[in-house]
């Protein structure tokens, strides 16, 4: 539970937005995140995020799946319970292939979604602090961390110069928490 | 664009291949030809004409699979793969190429009354036998006479009038009304040329041209299944291309964000195959009914064994894992890599649908077979790069070219 100081800039425009990630990037700052009402493309490489490992995770989780299946089948119909089913050899490999697909993805869909959500910090009661409300609507909002060198007032005028359309300085929670929010706060007019 | 490289000067290297392959194999085509082809021995000639057979369908169909790509890319109106439009048209150029030789081979095997390539050819065994009696209405030597000229003809036509369309976007910058009609009248010729690829790859010809050698077995995937091949083959084969063109120093305008998608069709058409050669396989497999499963006895528990094991291996396994990756799918080395193996995989797999319902008794994967792929590879090399060097790379008016610029995946 660490309290921070956050420099916001709001920008109601893509075109403007990419120039001045650039230029908070170049300046030294570090930008904690930008938070978009969609998914805007290359603002990850802008941002110079490095390649999620989310589909690495879901190659293993796929072959989690196969392993699981191929060996709980093959123990149950050689081993376990072997059954006459039309004459078939017991390691029937070929019916079995769909149902080693079917869990192949199984795993993988269902693994990928909880790490996506572990990675977002997604989770039924987690809270996070709002940089500002309309980032859900209209709004593209870059979040940058203040150190105790950051001079705030210089970080405003360099996001004012590029253009954003709203600027404040919040003090607020870094991590996510369980719980409520303190006040909730009304979507601005 | 004045810094573009847009004309492709044909480099001595590759005439000198392409020389020498034709030489090569052309020597060994002849060779055959008259040891095996004209011989009096039936086994031979089978031989022969079987192997000439399976190369000139492959190579046919999936240089008609280029011109698949480039319909369907127009029918969806899809822009990304303009930048290199020009190798997929010099690849479909060839059509009338192989479609002739296709066409020549199988109208001597008619005419030259091959009835052990075509059981169906003998009227004698036909009339005894109440199952091909019933197919006489579609396996008989007058409709697969017509069917099959019209077949490589229509594909020729179509092909050449969607390839002279486009000429028009090297010519003059089109303004807005003449682009909409541009691309309407691309869409259109595109549309023949779909219908009648569906009434013909994904359908008919396949039965006609290799699955009738098996006379009395039938199944209803093989048409897909030949079409996944050589379609994913093709994929391959523009990938090859597009790969040399670059290592040249040409083909600016294309980088690879578009060579991630050549390959993404590399790898899920690798995918559909398996997925087509699965539920061909499974559904024999389960059932087990002796004239179904005739196919694959001795594929599976003969002497093709290996083959067909070889197939599955490099034709699913070697695409799936390598190609998975995003970063191998942006790599030039590693799409060019797995291109050859995916041709090769490919033509191996019409090797063992063709020759392993003519030959059932024994493998003879040799000097023949390879001899007679060196003469397509060097054939398909010096067409491909003189239709290459007659046009500009780029189709610089294109009204799509921009959007294919800026394509990012």
């Known amino acids: 539970m660490a309290q921070k100081k956050f420099v916001v800039g709001c920008f109601d425009d893509e075109a403007v937005l990419f120039p001045a990630v650039k230029q908070v990037r170049t300046a030294g700052y570090k930008i904690k995140d930008v938070y978009t009402p969609f998914a805007v493309h290359g603002l ?17 989780y796929g072959i989690t799946g196969t392993t ?55 989770a039924p009661g987690v809270k996070k602090h709002h940089f500002h409300k309309r980032a859900t609507d209209d709004l593209f909002v870059m979040a940058i961390e203040c150190t105790d060198k950051t001079n ?29 929010y303190d006040k909730e706060e009304a979507l601005p007019a | 664009m004045a810094s573009i490289k847009e004309q492709f000067e044909i480099p001595g290297r590759l005439k000198t291949w392409s020389y020498s392959l034709i030489g090569i194999g052309g020597a060994v085509l002849l060779y055959g030809m ?82 052990h390539i075509y059981h169906w050819l003998d009227a004698e065994a036909v009339a005894k036998d109440p199952i091909l009696k019933g197919k006489v209405g579609f396996l008989n030597p007058t409709f697969f006479v017509i069917w099959t000229t019209l077949t490589i003809s229509l594909w020729s036509l179509f092909g050449y009038r969607m390839r002279q369309l486009n000429n028009q976007a090297d010519v003059a910058p089109m303004d807005a009304p003449t682009a909409k009609a541009f691309n309407i009248q691309s869409m259109v010729r595109s549309g023949f040329f779909l219908v009648w690829f569906g ?44 790969v040399y063109l670059k290592n040249k120093g040409y083909l600016e305008l294309t980088n690879n964000e578009h060579l991630h998608d050549i390959a993404k069709f590399m790898f899920a058409f690798s995918i559909f195959w398996t997925y087509l050669w699965f539920s061909q396989y499974m559904l024999i497999w389960y059932a087990n009914i002796p004239e179904e499963t005739v196919y694959f006895k001795h594929r599976v528990q003969g002497p093709y064994k290996a083959i067909f094991f070889l197939n599955l291996i490099i034709n699913f396994l070697a695409p799936l894992l390598i190609l998975m990756k995003r970063s191998a799918k942006r790599n030039y080395t590693l799409v060019a890599l797995m291109a050859v193996v995916i041709i090769f995989g490919h033509w191996i797999d019409f090797y063992q649908m063709v020759m392993g319902s003519l030959m059932k008794e024994h493998v003879e994967l040799g000097v023949l077979d390879f001899g007679i792929l060196a003469f397509f590879v060097g054939v398909m090399i010096f067409f491909v790069a003189k239709a290459l060097a007659s046009k500009p790379l780029i189709a610089k008016y294109h009204p799509f070219l921009k959007e294919s610029i800026i394509h990012h995946t």
């Open chain 1, 44 to 60: 990850d490489h802008a941002l110079g995020m490095r390649e999620t490992s989310l589909h690495t995770a879901g190659f293993i």
């Open chain 2, 199 to 242: 009434l013909t790859v994904a359908s008919t010809i396949p039965w006609l041209w290799m699955m009738s050698i098996d006379a009395h077995w039938y199944s209803t995937m093989y048409s897909w299944y030949t079409f996944a091949s050589t379609f994913v083959a093709g994929m391959a084969l523009i990938a090859l291309w597009v």
């Open chain 2, 34 to 115: 008259f040891t095996k082809g004209f011989s009096s021995d039936e086994h031979e000639q089978v031989h022969f004409w079987g192997t000439l057979m399976y190369n000139t369908i492959f190579w046919t169909l999936i240089c008609n699979a280029a011109m698949f790509f480039l319909s369907f890319s127009a029918m969806a109106q899809a822009a990304w793969m303009q930048s290199f439009r020009r190798v997929p048209e010099a690849i479909s150029t060839l059509v009338p190429v192989f479609g002739g030789i296709t066409l020549m081979v199988l109208l001597y095997i008619i005419f030259g009354h091959k009835h």
């Open chain 1, 68 to 122: 699981t299946a191929i060996s709980a089948i093959s123990w149950i119909f050689t081993k376990d319970w072997p059954l006459n089913i039309g004459g078939k050899p017991h390691f029937a490999l070929p019916a079995w292939i769909p149902i080693i697909f079917e869990l192949t993805v199984l795993f993988a869909a269902v693994g990928m979604v909880l790490t996506f959500c572990y990675l977002c910090q997604l």
């Open chain 1, 152 to 180: 705030t007032d210089d970080l405003l005028a360099l996001l004012k110069a590029n253009g954003a359309v709203e600027t404040d300085v919040q003090v607020a929670e870094e991590d996510w928490w369980f719980g409520t």
